[in-house]
């Protein structure tokens, strides 16, 4: 059911983009709730702008003393990464996060319905990922924690959709960026420039079925692919998603190892998950100290060794080695 805003409300909402106190901001929130229409078509907005001010309410006690809960845009990392969704005004930011986990967010056609980060865990095969859903990155006011929020993430997923042009988009995108010393990682392995915060990033096409042309789409994802690794989605279509769940987790540079003990098999539903290039010793530390300590060597079951090969305490571990530790 539609919204049916009143042109008031948009007033009000394009005064409470533009503040820049907190203050400020609860109070055009306060006054939204106010002017909107009491029917189902709001419900869920009305939800949304209760949250926020009671966020922003939070964020003001926590100033005050300590004991206070932490600030609203303070996401802890859960999982075994955090992957932060960044992309202009109605790319579908909220649409994905809603097909790949467990989140509700709010999801609207009218742009910058995200205000706060909304986390939601996706699950790839036998592990999760935190993905953070973050407000859009468009020419309006730009919360001053927000930089900060995108360093503290382990990777970015950028997130273009048509009808805008996608190039046009993505160097948006890093002109912002750029603006507070940030950047996607380039490809190539290239070192930034000083002082500028990279992550590893890639690039989502999301709403790729409203090109009903493929040459079109096509002729979009290589120039795309010219500048990030480029994955072609629709969220609200269910298209594509599954391969995007595991380049989410091969941006995070991680790998899957399963312990077992000698005559014993291996539990491949829980892996420890490892930086790739960790060795043996790592993930004995990993387990315990006293393991790392003791250790004499290892056997591992892997695509790159022999059987139950035998390595020393520096064997860098693969994607999917099994190993056997000895003390």
Do not use: C
């Not at 096509?218 to 990030?228: G, I, K, P, S």
């Amino acid at each position: 059911m539609p919204a049916n805003l009143p042109p008031q409300y948009f007033e009000v909402e394009k005064r409470y983009r533009e503040a820049r106190s907190a203050s400020e901001k609860l109070r055009y929130l306060e006054e939204m709730l106010a002017i909107m229409p009491k029917h189902k078509g709001t419900e869920k907005l009305k939800a949304d702008l209760r949250r926020r001010i009671s966020q922003l309410k939070d964020l003001g006690r926590s100033r005050h003393g300590p004991g206070r809960r932490a600030p609203a845009y303070l996401v802890e990392k859960e999982g075994v990464g955090q992957v932060a969704l960044i992309g202009p005004p109605n790319t579908g930011k909220s649409s994905l996060l809603a097909a790949l986990t467990k989140a509700q967010p709010l999801i609207t056609d009218y742009p910058y319905s995200t205000r706060t980060p909304l986390a939601g865990m996706m699950r790839f095969e036998n592990v999760q990922v935190q993905l953070l859903d973050t407000p859009p990155l468009g020419d309006d006011y730009l919360e001053p924690w927000f930089p900060d929020l995108l360093r503290r993430a382990d990777a970015w997923a950028l997130v273009l959709a048509p009808p805008a042009d996608p190039l046009e988009q993505l160097q948006g995108l890093e002109k912002i960026l750029a603006s507070y010393q940030l950047a996607p990682r380039p490809q190539d392995g290239s070192p930034a420039a000083p002082g500028v915060a990279t992550r590893p990033s890639l690039l989502i096409f999301n709403k790729a079925d409203l090109l009903p042309d493929p040459e079109e789409r096509e002729f979009y994802l290589e120039v795309l692919r010219e500048h990030l690794p480029t994955w072609a989605v629709s969220a609200r279509g269910n298209q594509g998603l599954q391969p995007l769940r595991a380049a989410l987790f091969q941006l995070l540079d991680l790998v899957r190892v399963y312990t077992r003990a000698p005559g014993k098999a291996a539990n491949f539903n829980s892996p420890f998950v490892v930086p790739a290039g960790a060795t043996v010793l790592e993930l004995a530390a990993r387990i315990h100290q006293d393991i790392a300590r003791k250790l004499k060597f290892a056997r591992v079951w892997g695509k790159e060794t022999f059987e139950g090969q035998r390595v020393q305490r520096d064997y860098r571990l693969r994607e999917g080695d099994v190993v056997e530790l000895h003390l």
